[in-house]
Structure formats: structure tokens, C-alpha cells
């Protein structure tokens, strides 16, 4: 079992359309968690970071973190064809004094107008 | 733009080969992180180099050295290529090393080994 599992997808979903974007992990030490947004040929870029468990808001985007499921997810409102995009969710815990992530292999996101 | 540059942009060569891949991270970050990206395994944590030494290390192999220099642009070295290192291989930075930091990734080099 991969330490973060993330559905590959591809999701896609209408313009309008709240799309719901979820990655399961296993290592309970894990305390910040982040979603980045890669566009086809570009280097991943952070959307939101939470630490520990709870919600975050950020515009259209809402970031949950159950820490007691192991399971966090990503909600896009109101979806917009440049939302379409590779999401990767990214996980870390304290290792050596270096917080360094460990990422789900992404899910494609698709809105079609 | 993220203001991490990386060059070059795509890189083909073949097998047994070695090639350099350059990072400057932004104006002010002292750490560099390289990570390897390919279709079956995703996005992988190299190696990590905070102002000039190395902090932490990945799945990193062998073959596969790094360095940042005293001006903090950081070089991956990748030597003795097989066909498995094709993959995209980014570099990003962030100020410091700590909880939360935020890295901001570069474009990418796309190698592909022949």
C-alpha cells in the first residue's frame, strides 16, 4: 500500500459544476497536508496547505482534513474550464528537521464548458 | 512564473550517458529540493540542499548526485542513464526548511534517454 493514494481519474465535470478531489494516506505522523494544481507542461504550483485537521477556505477552493480517517480532500465551487489541471495532493510530517512532502500521483481534472 | 528556472527544457541522450541539470531557485530561498516525475510513480523526492549542504535525502539513486553552490543555484548530475530515468525532473525552492515552508516549483527539464 502506497503511503498517499490519490484516484488518477480522469474527473470530468460541466462548468459550474463543484467537483470534489479526495486522497487517503496511511502514516498517522503525517501533519501538513497540501493540494498543488499542475497545469499539462508546468511545474506543480501550492493551492492551499493546512496543518493538522479541519477546513480552510481560499476563494472557490475549500481544503477539509479528517486526520482521524486519514482522508483529506479538495472542493472546487463553481468550476471553470481553467480549472482543468492536474491536482496533487501532498502530505509531511517532521523527518530529520525537513518537512518534505510525499505526494499522491494526481488526479486529472477536466471541465468542459 | 514562479521565478525558479531550470535548464535546459528537454534533453535527449542515450544510454550510459551523463547529463547536468541546472536549477536557480528564487532571489532569497536557500533551499533547493529535486524531485523526479514519471507516469508510473508520480512525483519522487530526490534530494534537498539548504544554503550549501545537504539536508535531506529520498529515493535518490546512486547514479544521481547533487550540489548547491555557494551563489545557490544547485546542479543534479545524473550519470550512467538507463531508459527508467526518462521522467521530468523538477527543482524547487523555498526560503527555509521548516514546517510549512512553501516550495515554488520550476518548469521542469523533460529528459528522455534514448
Known amino acids: 500500500q502506497k503511503e498517499v493514494e490519490q484516484d488518477p481519474g480522469p474527473l470530468s465535470v460541466p462548468e459550474g459544476a463543484i467537483v470534489s478531489l479526495n486522497c487517503t494516506y496511511s502514516?498517522?505522523?503525517?501533519?501538513?497536508f497540501m493540494w498543488y494544481r499542475q497545469y499539462s507542461r508546468k511545474g506543480p504550483e501550492l493551492l492551499m496547505y493546512t496543518y493538522s485537521s479541519g477546513n480552510k477556505e481560499d476563494g472557490r477552493f475549500t481544503a477539509q482534513v479528517d486526520k482521524s480517517s486519514k482522508y483529506i480532500s479538495l472542493f472546487i465551487r463553481d468550476s471553470q474550464p481553467s480549472d482543468s489541471a492536474t491536482y496533487l495532493c501532498?502530505?509531511?510530517?517532521?523527518?530529520?528537521?525537513?518537512?518534505?512532502?510525499?505526494f499522491g500521483r494526481g488526479t486529472s481534472l477536466i471541465v468542459h464548458p | 512564473d514562479s521565478g525558479v528556472t531550470q535548464t535546459p527544457k528537454h534533453l535527449i541522450t542515450a544510454t550510459g550517458q551523463r547529463v547536468t541539470l541546472r536549477c536557480s531557485p528564487r532571489s532569497g530561498d536557500l533551499s533547493v529540493y529535486w524531485y523526479q516525475q514519471s507516469l508510473d510513480q508520480g512525483l519522487q523526492f530526490l534530494i534537498q540542499?539548504?544554503?550549501?549542504?545537504?539536508?535531506a535525502k529520498g529515493n535518490i539513486l546512486e547514479r544521481f548526485s547533487a550540489q548547491q553552490f555557494p551563489d545557490l543555484h544547485s546542479e543534479l548530475n545524473l550519470s550512467s542513464l538507463e531508459l527508467g530515468d526518462s521522467a521530468l525532473y523538477f527543482c524547487?525552492?523555498?526560503?527555509?526548511?521548516?514546517?510549512?515552508?512553501?516550495?515554488?516549483f520550476g518548469p521542469g527539464t523533460r529528459l528522455l534517454v534514448l
Open positions: 524547487a525552492s523555498s526560503v527555509a526548511s521548516g514546517a510549512g515552508e512553501t516550495q515554488y
Open positions: 501532498a502530505m509531511s510530517d517532521l523527518a530529520g528537521g525537513s518537512y518534505i512532502p510525499t
Open positions: 540542499y539548504y544554503n550549501g549542504e545537504e539536508r
Open positions: 502514516n498517522s505522523a503525517f501533519q501538513y
